[in-house]
C-alpha cells in the first residue's frame, strides 16, 4: 500500500545527501513523496545532533510536526539522523509524539520502517552499524536544478577534542571512486552545473583504501565531466599536498574558493583540542595557497572560549584574523558537548565565549567589506538563482560564494534572466554587506 511521505531535513549538506537518499527509497517502495508535511501518513524529521543548539532546533521541529499529528494533520512521526544517533532513549522516552527513530547507520531501511509505524503499529528503533552502513543509492534531488551535491566518505577519524562526529558517523571510510563517477555523471547528465565535493574531510579521501590520498585524482576524473563548476568543503589543512593545489590551480572548472576549517590558531589550544596545525603551519599553508591559486577565496570556522583561550590567545585570533584576511569565517562560541573530552576541561563560560566570537565577527565584517570594496569595478561570472521581488533584481552567486553559507550578488539586467544560467557581471557596488552589480552586455 503506497503512503504519502514528507521530509524535513535539518543540519549539513552531508545530512540532506541522506534525506535524499531516504526519499528516493520511499519512492522506490511505493509511497509518494510530498514536500508539505500537512496530509501526509508519515513525517521524516531528519535530524543534526552535532552541536546542543542543533538537538534544539531538532526537537523544535518534532514538536511542531506533534502538534500536527494532534490535530489529525499528520499519521506519524519518524525521527533519523545525528539526534536521534546520540539520544536515542532520550527520544523515545521524552516524546511519546515519535513514532519510531532510526539511527545514522539505518537510513537504508526507511521503508521497512514507514511500513511497521503503518501497517503494524510498531515503534522500531533502528540503529545498523555506523562504521559499515552503505552510502551509495539513488537521490531526489531537493536542491534547486543546477546544483547538487557528491558526499565521497562518511564518518571521521580526526577526532578533535570537541566533536562528537565520530561517535555519531563511525569511522572515516571512503567511496570507491567508480561508483562516485557514476553518480557524479547522472547528475551532470541531470543538468546540474555546479557540484559540491562534500565529506566531514575531503582531503583525507582513499586514503582508507588503499593508504593513498585519492582526492586529486578523483577532481582530475570529475574535471572531465560537464560540470561548470565543482566546490570542494572541507579541506583538512595538514592534508593539503602540492599534487592537489597543482590541480585546483590548473583546472577552471575547480574553483579557487577552499573551505579549510581551522578552529583556531593558537598552538597550546589546538593541540589541547587535537588538532594537528600550529599558528606556523597554518599560515604557511595559507601563504602558500594564495601564492600558487590566483584570486582564491577561503573559507573557514573558527570557535572562541575553546579550553586553554584565555585573553592573549583569543587576542592572537583576531591578530591572526586580520593577518590573513580571511574572506569567509563562521565564528561560533564554544559548547562544551556531552561525550566529548573538552567538555570536561576547564573552559571560559558561555556568556564569555560569546562576547569573544561577537568581538571577532566585527573583525570579519570589517575583512568582508574591504574585500568587497576591492572587487568593485570588476567582472565576475555568475550563476543566476532568481529575481528578489522587493530588491527589483536578480540574484546569484560568483565563485567567491558557497550554497546556503555565503551571501549572495545582486544584479541588473536588461532583460529576463532563467535561473541557473551563468552570466557576466560588472559589480559596481554594495547592499547590507553583498555585492551588487549590472549584467555585462
Known amino acids: 500500500m503506497g503512503y504519502t511521505v514528507s521530509f524535513i531535513s535539518l543540519g549539513c549538506a552531508k545530512n540532506q545527501v541522506n534525506c535524499e537518499q531516504m526519499m528516493a527509497a520511499v519512492q522506490a517502495a511505493g509511497h509518494t513523496v510530498t514536500a508539505v508535511p500537512e496530509g501526509s501518513d508519515v513525517v521524516v524529521v531528519n535530524t543534526c545532533g552535532f552541536l546542543t543548539s542543533a538537538c534544539e532546533e531538532a526537537i523544535e521541529n518534532i514538536l511542531e510536526m ?15 539522523g545525528c539526534m536521534a544517533q546520540r539520544y536515542q532513549e532520550d527520544v523515545l522516552r521524552e516524546m511519546p509524539e515519535v513514532d519510531g527513530i532510526l539511527g545514522t547507520g539505518s537510513y537504508g531501511e526507511i521503508a521497512a520502517a514507514v511500513a511497521e509505524v503503518m501497517e503494524r503499529g510498531l515503534r522500531p528503533c533502528r540503529m545498523g552499524n555506523i562504521h559499515t552502513a552503505g552510502q551509495g543509492g539513488a537521490r531526489i534531488l531537493s536542491t534547486p ?42 547528475l551532470a547528465s541531470a543538468g546540474v552545473r555546479e557540484l559540491l565535493v562534500i565529506a566531514q574531510d575531503i582531503t583525507r579521501y582513499g586514503t582508507d583504501l588503499n593508504g593513498e590520498r585519492q582526492l586529486a585524482a578523483l577532481l582530475r576524473e570529475l574535471g572531465k565531466l560537464d560540470f561548470h563548476w565543482i566546490r570542494l568543503h572541507y579541506l583538512y589543512p595538514d592534508e593539503i599536498t602540492d599534487e592537489l593545489i597543482d590541480i585546483i590551480a590548473e583546472n577552471d572548472k575547480i574553483l579557487p574558493y577552499l573551505d579549510i576549517p581551522m578552529q583556531h590558531c593558537n598552538d597550546a589550544v589546538l593541540k589541547a583540542m587535537n588538532r594537528r596545525d600550529t599558528r606556523e603551519t597554518l599560515t604557511a599553508l595559507l601563504h602558500k595557497l594564495r601564492r600558487r591559486i590566483p584570486g582564491l577565496v577561503l573559507r573557514t570556522s573558527l570557535i572562541t572560549g575553546l579550553p586553554g583561550e584565555d585573553e592573549a590567545a583569543f587576542e592572537e585570533l583576531c591578530q591572526f584574523l586580520r593577518e590573513m584576511k580571511i574572506e569567509r569565517a563562521g565564528v561560533f562560541p564554544f559548547s562544551p558537548e556531552e561525550g566529548t573530552r573538552a567538555a570536561q576541561m576547564d573552559h571560559v563560560d558561555g556568556q564569555e565565549a560569546g562576547r569573544r566570537a561577537e568581538l571577532a565577527v566585527d573583525i570579519q565584517s570589517d575583512i568582508i567589506d574591504a574585500y568587497n570594496e576591492s572587487a568593485l569595478g570588476s567582472l565576475r561570472e555568475v550563476l543566476c538563482e532568481g529575481f528578489d521581488g522587493q530588491a527589483q533584481m536578480f540574484f546569484g552567486r560568483s565563485y567567491a560564494e558557497s550554497p546556503e553559507i555565503d551571501g549572495r550578488i545582486y544584479f541588473t539586467a536588461g532583460g529576463e534572466v532563467e535561473p541557473g544560467t551563468f552570466v557576466q557581471v560588472r559589480l559596481t557596488g554594495t547592499m547590507d554587506g553583498e555585492l551588487t552589480g549590472e549584467m555585462a552586455e
Do not use: F, Q
Open 145 to 186: 536544478p543546477w546544483y547538487a551535491y557528491l558526499r565521497i566518505a562518511e564518518g571521521c577519524d580526526n577526532h578533535c577534542a570537541y566533536c562528537v562526529i565520530p561517535s555519531l558517523r563511525g569511522k572515516y571510510r571512503s567511496r570507491p571512486m567508480d561508483e562516485l563517477l557514476e553518480e557524479a555523471a547522472e
Open 66 to 80: 506533534a502538534e500536527l499529528k494532534k490535530a489529525g494533520r499528520v499519521k506519524k512521526i519518524l525521527v533519523t
